[in-house]
């Protein structure tokens, strides 16, 4: 869903920013901070089921240390 509807609405401006999107209506809401985000979408959409995702990124966070690579 994020990438067939919503990247495109998103992406130019909020590199690094969390997009949470209601997997069952397609509602979407743009923030820093996950938690202001999804209580926005969730305000919309008291049943929202949400799917968060970093604008940019693979990842929503990053646990652990990097590997250095071979040189």
Not at 21 to 27: K, N
Not at 46 to 62: F, K, N, Y
Request: hydrophobic fraction near 40%; aromatic fraction near 8%; glycine fraction near 8%.
């Amino acid at each position: 869903m994020y990438e067939s509807q919503v990247r495109s609405q998103v992406e130019a401006d909020n590199h690094g920013k969390i997009v949470a999107i209601d997997i069952e209506t397609g509602a979407f809401e743009v923030d820093a901070s996950e938690i202001a985000a999804c209580d926005r979408l969730e305000a919309r959409y008291p049943d929202a089921q949400i799917w968060i995702v970093r604008i940019g990124s693979r990842h929503v966070r990053r646990f652990g240390g990097r590997t250095k690579k071979a040189v």
